[in-house]
C-alpha cells in the first residue's frame, strides 16, 4: 500500500500557519484548526474575513505609532487628554495593558521592540527616530518610560535616557509594583496603577 494521506492538506496548511504564531505549538494549533473545522461554514468565513482585514483596514498612527482603524489614532485625537505627557511602551499590549488601568491620562509611543543585538534589532528597528520627532516640536513635557523589567527591556530604557536626556524635557520611569523580570503586559491593572502614580526621575 501507497502512502495514506491521514490529515487533508487544506487541514494541514491550517495547522501549518496556526503553528507560526508565538506560544503555539503543533498540538495547540491542531486542536485550534479542529475547532474552526467543527464550526459552521459561516463563521469560518467571518474569521477569515476579519483576518484579510487587518491588513486591508489597520495601519500606524502616524503620531504614536499603535495601531488603528483612524490617524491619528482615538487616543491621540482625544483632546481631554494630556498631549505634554508621552508614555513610551514597548509593543501594543503593554498600550492596552495600561489602558485598562483607567489610571493614566497622557499620550503614548510604542517602539515596536526591544533592543536586542542578539536578534539584529538595534535601535533603527525601533521607532525610536519618531519619538525624537515629538519631543522636537517642543510640546512634550515629560516623557514616562514604560518598558519591562527584563534584560531588553531595561537596556532599551538605559539607551532612551541616554538619548533623550540632551532634551528640555522630564524623563520619569515606572517606579514600584513592577517585579524585575516581569513582562509588563502581564501585570494586573492595580500593580499598573501604582507604578504609574509612583514613577521615578530616570535623571
Known sequence: MGDIQVVPPALERLVR?????PGIGAKTATRLALTILRKPAADAREMAAALTELHSSIRLCSQCMAFSETDPCSVCGDHRRDASLICVVEQPADLMAIEKTDFYRGH?????GVLSPVDGIGPEELKVKELIGRIKTGSIAEVLIATSSTVPGEATASFLIDTLCRFPVKLTRLACGIPMGMDIKYADQHTLARAIEGRFNAT
Open 17 to 21: 500557519s496556526l503553528s507560526s504564531l
Open 108 to 112: 503614548y509611543h510604542i517602539l515596536h
